[in-house]
C-alpha cells in the first residue's frame, strides 16, 4: 500500500479508523504536523508517515470535534433550523416586564 503524499488540509484514515488531518508539512526539514479528530496532535518524519498505512479521508461531517467545543460555544440550536427565528421581532426575546425582579 502506498501512503498519499501528506498535504496541508487534507483528511486521512488510519487502518484503526481514526481521522487525522495535516495541519502542517514542512518538506526542508521533513517534517508532518497532524491534528486528530480527538484534538491530538502530533508530530512524524516522512520516513514514519512512509510506513504508516493512510489513505486519502474526508472531513468529519461534526468539524468541531478537534476543537472541544459544543454547540452551545458557538451559538447554534440544533433543534431549530439554520437561517430560522421563531420570532422576526428582536425585542420579543427580551424578558417581559412581569418577568423582572425588582
Do not use: C, K
Request: no cysteine; hydrophobic share 30%.
Amino acid at each position: 500500500m502506498t501512503t498519499p503524499r501528506p498535504a496541508v488540509g487534507e483528511w486521512y484514515r488510519t487502518l484503526e479508523g481514526e481521522t487525522l488531518e495535516v495541519v502542517a508539512y514542512d518538506p526542508d526539514e521533513e517534517t508532518i504536523e497532524v491534528q486528530f479528530y480527538d484534538g491530538t496532535v502530533e508530530e512524524y518524519d516522512l520516513e514514519t508517515w512512509e510506513e504508516m498505512e493512510l489513505s486519502v479521508g474526508e472531513p468529519p461531517e461534526d468539524w468541531a470535534g478537534s476543537l472541544d467545543i459544543t454547540p452551545d460555544d458557538y451559538g447554534v440550536d440544533l433543534d431549530r433550523p439554520a437561517g430560522r427565528r421563531q420570532s422576526s421581532n428582536p425585542l420579543d426575546e427580551l424578558a417581559a416586564p412581569e418577568d423582572v425582579e425588582d
